[in-house]
C-alpha cells in the first residue's frame, strides 16, 4: 500500500500542474472588472389598487426581499443597491400602466420623483403589453425612473440593466447582428460577448426555447450560421435568466463612471 501512494504521488501532481497553470493563465488575460464601490439609495413607492386589495408591508418585505438577490447580480462590480425609502402612491389610476413612459407615466413621476434617488414604481399590470416593467431615463439622468409590475428580482436586475445603458441581447435598432461575431460592435446589443440573439420582441418565448430552456429557433443568419444566443442572459426574453456577461459589466459600470451623477 504504501508504495503504491509513493508512486501515485508524483503521478498525480504532474498530472494537475499542467491545469493549473492553463487555469492561471486564462485568469491573467482577462483584466480585473470595474469596482464601483458604491450602493444606490432606490425610493420605492407602491401604488394602490382601487379596491386596496395591496397589502403595502407584505410588498415592502418582498420587495427588500428581492433586492438580497438583485445585489448578488450586481456584486461583480461592487455595486449595491439599498431600498432607502418607501412611499404609497394613493391613485389607483396609476396602478394599470397603459404603455411604457407615457403621459401616465409622465405625470407619476412629476408627482412624486425624488432627485438623486433610483426612482422605482411598483404598480399592477400593464393594460396593452403583458411586459414585467420599464425603464425610463437612467443613471445619468435624474428625472428617470423604473416601473415595475410585481416585485420579481428577476425583472428588476433586467430593468436595473437598461437604467445602467444596456440594451436587450435581442436589440435590432442598430442592424442585425451575425452570428459570426464579425459585426457584433455595431449592431444588436453592441456588446460582444454576447452572442446574436434573433428574438423578436413580441413572440412568445415558447416558440424559441424548449421547457428545458434549450434554443429551438431554426433559422439562419445572412452567412448561414445558425444562431446560438445565451438564452440565460438576463437581458434576453427567453424566462431563463441566471446573469449578465462581462461586456455587459463593464458597460453598466461604464454608464456610471462616465456619468455626471458620481457625487451621488
Ligand atoms: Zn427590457
Same mark, same amino acid.
Given at each position: 500500500?504504501?508504495?503504491?501512494?509513493?508512486?501515485?504521488?508524483? @503521478?498525480?501532481?504532474?498530472?494537475?500542474?499542467?491545469?493549473?497553470?492553463?487555469?492561471?493563465?486564462?485568469?491573467?488575460?482577462?483584466?480585473?472588472?470595474?469596482?464601483?464601490?458604491?450602493?444606490?439609495?432606490?425610493?420605492?413607492?407602491?401604488?394602490?389598487?382601487? @379596491?386596496?386589495?395591496?397589502?403595502?408591508?407584505?410588498?415592502?418585505?418582498?420587495?427588500?426581499?428581492?433586492?438580497?438577490?438583485?445585489?448578488?447580480?450586481?456584486?461583480?462590480?461592487?455595486?449595491?443597491?439599498?431600498?432607502?425609502?418607501?412611499?404609497?402612491?394613493?391613485?389607483?389610476?396609476?396602478?394599470?400602466?397603459?404603455?411604457?413612459?407615457?403621459?401616465?407615466?409622465?405625470?407619476?413621476?412629476?408627482? #412624486?420623483?425624488?432627485?438623486?434617488?433610483?426612482?422605482?414604481?411598483?404598480?399592477?399590470?400593464?393594460?396593452?403589453?403583458?411586459?414585467?416593467?420599464?425603464?425610463?431615463?437612467?443613471?445619468?439622468?435624474?428625472?428617470?425612473?423604473?416601473?415595475?409590475?410585481?416585485?420579481?428580482?428577476?425583472?428588476?436586475?433586467?430593468?436595473?440593466?437598461?437604467?445602467?445603458? @444596456?440594451?436587450?441581447?435581442?436589440?435590432?435598432?442598430?442592424?442585425?447582428?451575425?452570428?459570426?461575431?464579425?459585426?457584433?460592435?455595431?449592431?444588436?446589443?453592441?456588446?460582444?460577448?454576447?452572442?446574436?440573439?434573433?428574438?423578436?420582441?413580441?413572440?412568445?418565448?415558447?416558440?424559441?426555447?424548449?421547457?428545458?430552456?434549450?434554443?429551438?429557433?431554426?433559422?439562419?443568419?445572412?452567412?448561414?450560421?445558425?444562431?446560438?444566443?445565451?438564452?440565460?442572459?438576463?437581458?434576453? #426574453? #427567453?424566462?431563463?435568466?441566471?446573469?449578465?456577461?462581462?461586456?455587459?459589466?463593464?458597460?453598466?459600470?461604464?454608464?456610471?463612471?462616465?456619468?455626471?451623477?458620481?457625487?451621488?
Amino acid at each position: 500500500m504504501k508504495t503504491n501512494f509513493n508512486i501515485l504521488g508524483p @503521478l498525480l501532481l504532474l498530472l494537475v500542474l499542467p491545469f493549473m497553470g492553463f487555469s492561471q493563465q486564462l485568469h491573467t488575460k482577462e483584466a480585473p472588472l470595474p469596482c464601483l464601490n458604491k450602493t444606490f439609495s432606490i425610493y420605492a413607492y407602491i401604488v394602490i389598487d382601487s @379596491l386596496h386589495k395591496v397589502d403595502v408591508e407584505k410588498r415592502k418585505r418582498a420587495i427588500v426581499r428581492a433586492f438580497e438577490t438583485v445585489n448578488t447580480y450586481f456584486a461583480p462590480i461592487c455595486v449595491r443597491f439599498e431600498v432607502c425609502e418607501f412611499d404609497t402612491v394613493p391613485n389607483y389610476q396609476y396602478f394599470h400602466m397603459y404603455k411604457v413612459a407615457d403621459s401616465l407615466w409622465d405625470e407619476l413621476t412629476v408627482k #412624486y420623483h425624488h432627485n438623486r434617488r433610483i426612482n422605482m414604481y411598483f404598480t399592477g399590470s400593464f393594460r396593452k403589453d403583458p411586459i414585467g416593467g420599464f425603464s425610463a431615463g437612467g443613471i445619468a439622468v435624474d428625472d428617470g425612473g423604473i416601473c415595475i409590475v410585481g416585485p420579481s428580482a428577476g425583472t428588476i436586475t433586467h430593468e436595473l440593466g437598461h437604467y445602467f445603458g @444596456l440594451k436587450h441581447t435581442f436589440d435590432k435598432s442598430k442592424g442585425l447582428e451575425l452570428v459570426d461575431g464579425s459585426n457584433c460592435k455595431t449592431t444588436g446589443d453592441e456588446i460582444c460577448d454576447t452572442p446574436a440573439d434573433p428574438y423578436y420582441g413580441s413572440d412568445p418565448p415558447i416558440q424559441w426555447v424548449d421547457d428545458k430552456c434549450r434554443f429551438i429557433y431554426q433559422e439562419r443568419d445572412a452567412n448561414g450560421d445558425y444562431y446560438r444566443p445565451d438564452v440565460g442572459n438576463i437581458m434576453s #426574453y #427567453y424566462g431563463c435568466a441566471c446573469g449578465f456577461t462581462r461586456g455587459q459589466y463593464i458597460k453598466m459600470a461604464n454608464s456610471w463612471l462616465n456619468s455626471s451623477r458620481t457625487k451621488w
